[in-house]
């Protein structure tokens, strides 16, 4: 759990999820998950609005960024106080070839992170919190591409 509000949220979040990926023997999506934690909880730090009166004293919005590896799946899910939903990418939104035909007032400027996740993980959804705010959550399909098996606890899963 982090502070959203703090100046070096996103790249703690990075550090916390490539050192868990490393002690778990996933260093090979090392790259891939820490640019989508970056985008996760970037968005989260932009867009922050908790729905309480942000002059509550003492009130600092949070973000919290979890991991949980299964045999076959590495789930990474960033949650926050906000109730808005995100804005999910539709379709396969602006190709590198498209885009240089394109002037750079017709592209888009919000949702090139999610689509960023979207491309790198192999899933991407949200679900609301019954307690206010909603969680962002992206798979990765761990028997694609290189690298042995991951490691397990007692019952195939871990969480960090």
Request: proline letters at 8%; hydrophobic letters at 40%.
């Amino acid at each position: 759990m982090l502070f959203a509000d703090a100046e070096d949220t996103p790249q703690a979040a990075r550090r916390m999820a490539v050192g868990t990926l490393m002690n778990w023997d996933l260093g090979r999506l090392a790259e891939d998950v820490e640019l989508c934690v970056s985008e996760l909880v970037s968005n989260v730090v932009l867009h922050v609005t908790t729905g309480r009166d942000p002059m509550e004293p003492g009130h600092r919005p949070v973000v919290t960024l979890t991991l949980r590896s299964w045999p076959r799946w590495l789930f990474v899910e960033v949650a926050d106080e906000d109730t808005d939903p995100p804005t999910l990418p539709l379709g396969d939104g602006f190709g590198p070839d498209l885009a240089e035909d394109l002037p750079e007032a017709l592209l888009p400027d919000h949702g090139r992170g999610l689509h960023i996740v979207r491309t790198l993980a192999d899933g991407l959804w949200w679900a609301p919190d019954d307690g206010g705010g909603k969680s962002v959550l992206c798979r990765f399909d761990l028997d694609r591409g290189s690298g042995g098996a991951p490691s397990t606890t007692a019952g195939g899963r871990r969480s960090a």
